[in-house]
């Protein structure tokens, strides 16, 4: 083989990563997949996309062997390949903020009132919620908590938030978050403690920022698929800077 066919082959197979996240659903599908396993069914449920085109995402994604595939009774169960999987993503998103203006005019707008934010950074946080000055809550689904979270951080998903404001102080800053900058349960959080006058803030991290920024995180248990779908995930801001 000459040179210039080698460094050709070279190229190509790199972009194969390339083409595979060239679209939206598959970015999606990356960083619903870092939350930890989940079926084809719930992947379809939480991309408001039918069976058939989240199983052809889901083969491309295959093919460019950034995800991987087990069956567990009648449902497919998929995962991302490997951890730094999840961290491709992360990069992905941050050099399209540093250089896309529309993203950033996109994100401006998502966080309309920045007095929302934690302004505490990464190991401030960490220090401060170890010590129970704050009290740090994951919002995602309770399997995923399990999966991998926040060192010090609380599993409240946040359609059960209501039934359980007892559990939360009324004396100290709560501070919520989510799937990363891209998911909004974090705010409907901060909406709803907000308007029962808890003193609340949202952090713009998840699991995968947190873990890109070489800082611990948690597992509670091993936690497998459940056919059961998660909710709908929706846009968030950019992450806090370290």
Known sequence: MDKRTLKDLLYEHVARIGKAVSSPKRLEILELLAQ??????????????????TSAHLKALKEARLVTVRREGKFMVYQLSGPDVAGLWVNLRQVAEAHLLELRLALDQMVADPAKLTTLDRQTLMTHAHRGDVVVIDVRPSAEYAVGHLPFARSMPVNEIEQRLTELPTDKTIVAYCRGPFCLFSEEAFQLLNARGYRVAKLLDGVSEWQAAGLPIEKTTTVTATPTPTPTPTPMPMPMPS
């Open 36 to 53: 930890g396993e989940k079926t084809v069914d719930a992947l379809a449920s939480e991309l408001s996309a039918d069976i058939k085109l």
